[in-house]
């Protein structure tokens, strides 16, 4: 049996990175750590750039977005629809050098940086809430994981969970990365070193190609009719490549949906 946790409900971002962001901002404001710039800089590959774009907008405060060069041009014009600057960078990809250069950016400007890559508000918001949420869910109708299918990006979601859930069943717990050379959206190698993943007892890590991504998010869509998004799809894909080493009750986390990646998808379709 398999479920999913559909993160594209949340109201800001449509992802599950609304929870991190609104637990970092919070938390915060009620240190004070904002009250004298009122200006935040974040590194972010898409969706907590819109989530901390628009909780930024009603707490009044100024957002700066630090985007790698892969940035679908759907996320910075959403950016954008939200009032945030948008710095579009040369990084590939988010690894540690891009925060160390957002990080002293905002010292520069005398900015803050939340940065949610190693602040631990960041595995807070899913150990506390994403994961709980998830259990309270499946105990409603007598459910318990089995096993747990999530990507691999900041890895705050994904060790929070498997934290919460391995302290209270004998869950397994399969982590999804991109393959060697691919990019998927949300999701990252292991050799960016994800702070909390590497403790976080995860059980095995498959790897997605961009178009088993793609390919995923389509079968969900003809099947059941929703739109994923491509982390999502990846999650599809590690659940066809392990269903047969995993059996019982499975739980997918489906962090956003698929409009931000038209573009990917028409690509795709186009080329055949």
């Known amino acids: 049996m398999y479920f999913a946790k559909l993160e594209f409900f949340n109201p800001f971002s449509r992802s599950i990175k609304d929870r991190a962001v609104f637990n970092l901002v919070m938390n915060a404001l009620k240190r004070g750590d904002i009250d004298g710039t009122r200006r935040l800089f974040e590194a972010t590959s898409g969706n907590v750039g819109i989530s901390m774009a628009a909780i930024s907008n009603i707490f009044d405060v100024e957002f700066r ?18 009032g945030a600057e948008v710095v579009k960078t040369d990084f590939e990809v988010i690894d540690r050098e891009m925060i160390e250069f957002v990080r002293d950016e905002a010292g520069k400007a005398g ?7 190693e602040n631990d508000d960041n595995f807070e918001a899913h150990y506390r809430y994403t994961a709980r949420e998830i259990d309270e869910q499946l105990r409603s109708i007598g459910e318990s994981p089995d096993v747990i299918i999530a990507g691999v990006g900041t ?19 399969i982590g999804v990365v991109p393959a060697r050379g691919e990019k998927i959206p949300g999701i990252k190698r292991l050799e960016t070193r994800p702070k909390w993943f590497f403790d976080a007892g995860i059980d095995e890590v498959v790897e997605a190609t961009q178009r088993e991504a793609i390919e ?10 929703i739109l994923i998004g491509l982390s999502s799809g990846a999650v599809v894909s590690a659940l066809e490549k392990t269903r047969d080493r995993y059996p019982g009750t499975a739980i997918l986390i489906f962090p956003d949906d698929a409009f931000k990646y038209v573009e990917v998808f028409e690509k795709y379709l186009r080329e055949g």
């Open 155 to 173: 890895s705050g979601h994904i060790a929070g969970i498997a934290k919460y859930f391995k302290e209270r069943y004998d869950t397994k717990v």
């Open 65 to 82: 977005a630090y985007l790698p060069k892969p940035t679908p041009d759907a996320t910075l014009t959403l950016l954008k629809v939200l």
């Open 216 to 225: 995923g998010s389509i079968q969900v869509a003809r099947r059941e009719g």
């Open 111 to 117: 900015a803050v940086n939340l940065n949610q890559f």
